[in-house]
């Protein structure tokens, strides 16, 4: 499975549009990489376990963008999308969105 | 009027003194012999303390972070970066590249952005944070299209988004892009 953020893949042409495929998650951490992260907060800078969470969301996200692209019968996602937000308190919604083709090789490639 | 205020308070002020003189067992080893006074100095020191050193260090760990971006940066110009669709006619394998990084504040200068907020404007350490979490994003994305032997980025976005943690809020900055092999 092949994902691009544009809308076609380099090498092959689109040969048929499936339609929209979606996944998206919400996920939080153990309260124990939030209390760590309250220690974090007392010098600023990048809060790792929280960095690893969306890193994991969005990695699950896409997983679910391609399972539902594999139903379809699909070859590549392409000009995909994604969106982060915070839905409570050491929570976030991830979310990929596409659109699903198949491909045939370009002829002249 | 303000006679009356004050001697309340100076009334609820000895009342306090009076039950910090005696207090319960459960609180003696916390409070005893102290005034309330003692306990608001104490305690304020120490917290302004935490929150100074804290601010001392984040401000060194900025200063090493931006110099370790600028290092990292100078091995990245193998990769080329652009916001356009265009893939080229050599261009013949790619996939989408991702970097993402989350960041926040020592809890001090929070406390000076939301004095600084009452007032409006530009709020400087809010800018500096994102520019940095942004080029560091910017990086990571640089850094795993290099990893996968890509060597163009096309069709580069940023984004941004608010990550309320249970305890502390930050921001979180992503990079994505379609990394393409043109050789």
Same mark, same amino acid.
Request: glycine letters at 10%.
């Given at each position: ?7 076609? /893949? ?13 996944? $998206? ?6 309260v124990?990489? &939030? ?7 007392l ?8 960095? &690893?969470?969306?890193v ?6 896409? $997983? ?5 692209? /594999? ?8 000009? /995909?999308?994604?969106?982060? $937000? $915070? ?13 699903? /083709? ?8 | 009027?303000?006679?009356? =205020? ?6 609820l002020?000895?009342? =306090?003194? #009076? ?6 067992d ?5 409070? @005893? !012999? ?6 608001? *100095?104490?305690?304020g ?16 760990? #900025? ?6 971006? @600028? ?7 193998? *990769?080329? =970066? ?5 893939? !080229? ?8 590249? =991702?970097?993402?990084? *989350? ?28 520019t940095? !979490?942004?080029? #560091? ?6 850094? #795993? ?14 984004? @941004? @988004? ?8 930050? *921001? ?6 379609t ?5």
């Amino acid at each position: 499975m092949i994902i691009t953020n544009i809308e076609a /893949v380099p090498g092959q042409s689109v040969a048929e549009e499936l339609g929209l495929v979606l996944g $998206s998650t919400v996920r939080g951490k153990h309260v124990g990489k &939030d209390i760590a992260a309250f220690f974090k907060g007392l010098v600023g800078g990048e809060i790792k376990g929280y960095s &690893d969470l969306l890193v994991e969301g969005r990695e699950e996200a896409i $997983s679910r963008m391609k399972n539902h692209a /594999v139903k379809l019968g699909a070859d590549a996602v392409i000009n /995909v999308r994604m969106t982060t $937000s $915070s839905i409570t308190g050491g929570a976030a919604e991830l979310m990929a969105y596409g659109t699903a /083709v198949k491909l045939t090789p370009t002829e002249n490639a | 009027m303000s006679n009356d =205020v004050a001697s309340e308070l100076d009334q609820l002020n000895q009342s =306090v003194n #009076e039950l910090l003189a005696n207090p319960p067992d459960w609180l003696a080893d916390w409070v @005893s !012999g102290s005034t309330l006074w003692d306990l608001i *100095v104490n305690n304020g020191l120490q917290a302004v303390g935490i929150g100074a050193i804290g601010w001392l260090l984040a401000t060194y760990l #900025e200063r090493r972070h931006n110099a370790q971006m @600028s290092a990292r940066e100078e091995l990245l110009t193998g *990769v080329r =970066v652009s916001t356009t669709k265009k893939t !080229g006619p050599t261009a013949h394998e790619g996939t989408m590249v =991702v970097g993402s990084v *989350v960041i926040a504040h020592d809890f001090f200068r929070t406390l000076i952005i939301q004095l600084r907020k009452l007032i409006g404007g530009n709020i400087k350490p809010y800018e500096r944070l994102v520019t940095r !979490g942004r080029r #560091e994003a910017f990086i990571r994305l640089r850094e #795993e299209a290099a990893l996968r032997g890509l060597d163009q980025v096309i069709n580069v976005r940023f984004g @941004s @988004s608010h990550i309320s943690g249970r305890f502390i809020s930050s *921001v979180e900055l992503v990079a994505y892009g379609t990394g393409i092999k043109t050789r």
